[in-house]
């Protein structure tokens, strides 16, 4: 698989659009396939994580911070990862590592809030939606009730994709104290307005999902690398070997927002992130799960190609993400970015809208009809193998 | 002519209402969300009030006066230039020490919400640290932090134009949206972004070109590294015209500062957010632009706009009261002083503030804690239970503590501190010799949410109600 074999924007739809709405089993999601969604929270510098390197323009806009290309892990002639992330190259030998590239939508915006609310929410760019996008596709196509919740969020406050009311999701950092505390959660009671309302939902959920997680425990044997992003891996690993089912799961890892010094500190990050994920990988592949797990990275952009005076990198637009799983074709796919057409603000154009991605999905992966959860219909990526 | 005077009548109830004493509900509520608790007797004073005699009493009371000493160390600035030559050794020596003073600054503020006669002064200092966030994790200094607070303190009740032309070159605000890199030629938008963002306009009242624009005026908004105080660096500032809502002219920073308070939009992005804050999770778009018509016509005075929004009958509609969700301060520190928790350190409450997501002077990000639903998901209602929990069981094993011996490890005194806690659970029920209904009514906002009938007395009955979802709002 290389780009070559991408199917651009109509011509990927051309592919999909004969398909009758029917193919899709009404309301019955495939959720015994598992998505686990990566956040690398601040807007990761796509450029110096796929590193277009046979490209002059890249070194002539980045003169202190860009990755040397003798330096960078080949993918092919023009794109090479950063040397942090060899730990992923197994993966991507293995042809189970996808790169997307120049990944946006129209008209971005560079707040962090705003544009990691228009990732969440999958809105238009001047279109304020409360809800997430998980959140949509489960009212859609209901998660089974035995599950133990609908999604879980490790390593953030913050709901993001599985915001709002409808979905049954938990945030949690460890799954032995979160069975251990739920006692402490009743559920029982009239909700009076909306805060109680939803201090009450929460503990419903917990209560169900501990009672579910609490029987259905396993060992896992893989071993984690000891930082936050690992523990989260985790923790979200044995939520999935509990048995007790699981959708979605969104992990957090945070610190991306390199506006000054980035080099020692993305240098720290993409390696955390490589580790984390392969640690993932080897779980998964403990549990007999790799086959039904998908893996991929999103953020609310990516960074400006300029650097600017403090060795960092300014708010951008398209960027670069993974996607990863035993299913998943690998290989390169979207559109090297675009130096020599940067737009008045100095940031790339984008070649694949993010909601392709979340289409591939939603339509893909779980055999939902994603035209609803995304608010119209999107082209999924043709990465997954059957 | 019925119906006039009928009308005439309707008319005048407010007026009444105005006049009259509020009564113990509204005290407490009016208590439960200007303070951290609200104790019997001052709800049984301010019941006697009429709502603007109580709203000015509390409002008389607030002062920049703190009452807890800061810690030693407050003015001596530790530039990171003498770490230039420093080894590897001195310079982990150098963090941890930060990230001890940074302990200390944090337990100094959580020790000033505990024993302040004005919670609504550090309440309101909070919200403006929530409001021009600043944090930790990237200013990295405790001694610019510390100086953020206290002009944050000095203006938490004064002039919002004064406060924003203030802040805008606070040191700690200056590293923490990298005015230092902003240069002539070679901009920084973080600032400039930030300050329409959320410091004034909001998002969607500004365009990708003002940004632009405004940060070309905020170049040379600089900071001494020696002294760490703020320094204009006349030769990096940009002397261009610049054009930005709808003007054109050679601004400087502070031109654009005031172009922005010269937008109604600020005015009604501040109140929205006070509105959040104190009054309901909805602002009404009518009041807020009656308030924020007061605020500006004020040279926005802070006072003005917060007295109105206390007054205004919104918050004292039924469908508000407790309709808020309490933060992890207001649970923490509420809880400690509701109950009269006598507290060896703070430290305890420091982690316990953190884990609930809420670490003071170390926001998630520039945009501040969310708040309102937000605050609780699974992970953190648990947690609120459990330290909850936890409090009220800590005193019933407790047991004497050996003495501390000198040079006790971190952990030693974490442990200690936590078992020093202490809940004279005899002298505070004393308050509640009439029964369980002012018990209720002290320590929740509302009825208890749980429907099951209770028999149990005493602190079991405390542990109840503290664990009741209700407790959880304000």
Redesign the interface.
């Given at each position: 698989m290389n780009r070559r074999d991408f199917l651009a924007g109509a011509g990927a739809a051309a592919v999909t659009a004969w398909l009758p709405d029917a193919v899709y089993a009404a309301g019955a999601g495939r959720y015994d396939n598992l998505l686990v969604l990566v956040e690398l929270k601040?807007g990761n510098d796509g450029l110096n994580t796929v590193v277009p390197y046979a490209d002059a323009e890249y070194y002539n806009l980045r003169p202190r911070i860009a990755v040397a290309r003798d330096q960078v892990l080949q993918l092919d002639a023009a794109a090479g990862l950063h040397p942090s992330l060899q730990p992923l190259m197994p993966l991507w030998q293995n042809r189970e590592l996808a790169v997307v590239q120049s990944i946006g939508y129209p008209a971005a915006n560079?707040?962090?809030?705003?544009s990691i609310e228009i990732w969440d929410t999958a809105s238009k760019s001047d279109q304020y939606l409360s809800d997430g996008w998980l959140t949509r596709a489960f009212a859609e196509a209901p998660v089974p009730r035995s599950f133990a919740a609908d999604g879980v969020?490790v390593g953030s406050?913050?709901?993001g994709p599985l915001a709002g009311g409808g979905t049954r999701?938990?945030?949690?950092?460890n799954t032995g104290?979160?069975v251990r505390?739920?006692r402490?959660?009743?559920g029982?009671?009239?909700?009076?307005?909306?805060?109680?309302s939803?201090?009450?939902k929460?503990?419903r959920?917990?209560t169900q999902?501990a009672a579910n997680l609490g029987n259905n425990s396993v060992t896992l044997r893989s071993e984690f690398p000891n930082h936050a992003l690992g523990n989260a891996f985790k923790t979200a690993a044995q939520v999935v070997a509990s048995k007790a089912g699981i959708a979605a799961i969104r992990v957090t890892h945070s610190g991306y927002?390199t506006?000054?010094g980035q080099q020692g500190t993305q240098q720290r990050l993409l390696k955390e992130l490589a580790e984390g994920l392969v640690a993932m990988r080897a779980a998964m592949q403990e549990i007999g799960r790799w086959d039904s797990t998908l893996m991929m990275t999103y953020c609310e952009f990516g960074r400006r190609p300029r650097e600017?005076?403090?060795g960092g990198t300014?708010?951008g637009t398209a960027n670069a993400h993974f996607v990863s799983g035993g299913r998943v074709r690998g290989g390169l796919y979207g559109l090297p970015p675009a130096l020599g057409r940067l737009d008045g603000?100095g940031n790339l154009p984008f070649a694949v809208d993010f909601r392709d991605l979340y289409a591939t999905a939603l339509d893909r992966w779980w055999g939902i009809n994603s035209a609803l959860a995304l608010n119209g219909r999107y082209t999924p990526l043709d990465l997954l193998r059957a | 002519m019925l119906k006039r005077l009928f009308v005439f009548l309707i008319a005048l109830l407010p007026a009444l209402a105005a006049g009259a004493p509020m009564g113990f509900d509204e005290a407490r509520h009016l208590l439960n969300r200007t303070s951290f608790a609200a104790n019997v007797e001052d709800i049984e004073s301010f019941a006697k009030l009429t709502r603007a005699q109580a709203v000015d009493q509390l409002l008389a009371w607030t002062s920049g006066k703190m009452i807890t000493p800061p810690p030693a160390w407050v003015n001596e600035f530790e530039s990171p230039r003498r770490l230039r030559d420093a080894s590897e050794e001195e310079r982990k020596a150098f963090q941890r020490q930060q990230a001890e003073k940074g302990a200390e600054l944090r337990g100094w503020w959580i020790t000033e919400m505990l024993t302040t006669p004005s919670p609504l002064t550090e309440k309101m200092v909070l919200f403006w640290h929530n409001h021009f966030v600043s944090g930790l994790q990237k200013v990295r200094s405790p001694v610019l932090m510390y100086r953020q607070n206290q002009l944050l303190r000095k203006h938490a009740f004064g002039y919002f134009g004064d406060l924003l032309h203030e802040v805008s070159k606070d040191p700690a605000m200056v590293v923490y949206l990298?005015g230092a890199?902003n240069?002539k030629g070679?901009p920084?938008?973080?600032f400039a972004?930030e300050v329409m963002?959320l410091f004034t306009l909001g998002?969607g009242h500004y365009s990708?070109q003002d940004?632009?624009e405004a940060a070309r005026a905020f170049t040379g908004w600089s900071i001494d590294p020696d002294s760490g105080e703020y320094l204009f660096r006349r030769p990096a500032h940009d002397e261009g015209v610049k054009t930005l809502l709808g003007r054109s002219g050679n601004f400087d920073g502070d031109a654009v500062l005031d172009l922005l308070l010269a937008q109604a939009q600020t005015g009604e992005f501040v109140v929205s957010k006070l509105w959040r804050e104190v009054v309901s999770?909805q602002p009404d778009a009518t009041e807020v632009r009656r308030i924020a018509r007061m605020f500006r016509d004020n040279r926005y005075n802070i006072k003005v706009a917060l007295r109105a929004l206390l007054l205004a009958d919104a918050f004292y509609a039924p469908?508000n009261r407790?309709?808020?969700?309490k933060s992890p301060v207001d649970l923490i520190v509420g809880t400690l002083r509701q109950f009269r928790f006598e507290t060896g350190e703070v430290t305890p409450f420091l982690l316990a503030a953190r884990q609930l997501?809420q670490d003071v002077f170390a926001p998630?990000?520039?945009?501040g804690w969310?708040g309102?639903?937000?605050w609780?998901?699974?992970?953190?209602?648990?947690?609120r239970?459990?330290f909850l929990?936890r409090l009220f069981r800590a005193q019933e094993m407790r047991q004497p503590l050996p003495a501390a011996l000198p040079g006790a490890s971190p952990r030693e005194r974490l442990v200690r501190a936590a078992l020093d806690i202490h809940f004279d659970s005899e002298l505070w029920f004393k308050q509640f010799a009439q029964g369980d209904a002012l018990l209720t009514k002290v320590v929740l906002a509302?009825?208890?949410?749980?429907?099951?009938a209770s028999t149990a007395q005493g602190v079991p009955r405390l542990r109840e109600l503290v664990?009741?979802?209700?407790y959880?709002?304000k």
């Open positions: 601040g560079l707040s962090h809030f705003r969020v406050n913050e709901m999701a938990l945030a949690l950092n104290d979160f505390q739920a402490l959660a009743g029982e009671g009239v909700a009076r307005n909306a805060a109680l939803h201090i009450l929460v503990e959920d917990v999902a927002d506006h000054s600017n005076q403090s300014d708010h603000n | 990298d890199s240069r070679k920084n938008e973080n972004r963002e998002e990708e940004v632009k999770p469908q407790a309709a808020l969700i997501g998630p990000n520039v945009k969310p309102g639903e937000a609780i998901n699974s992970a953190s209602l648990l947690s239970k459990q929990e509302t009825e208890p949410a749980a429907t099951a664990l009741d979802p209700a959880q709002l």
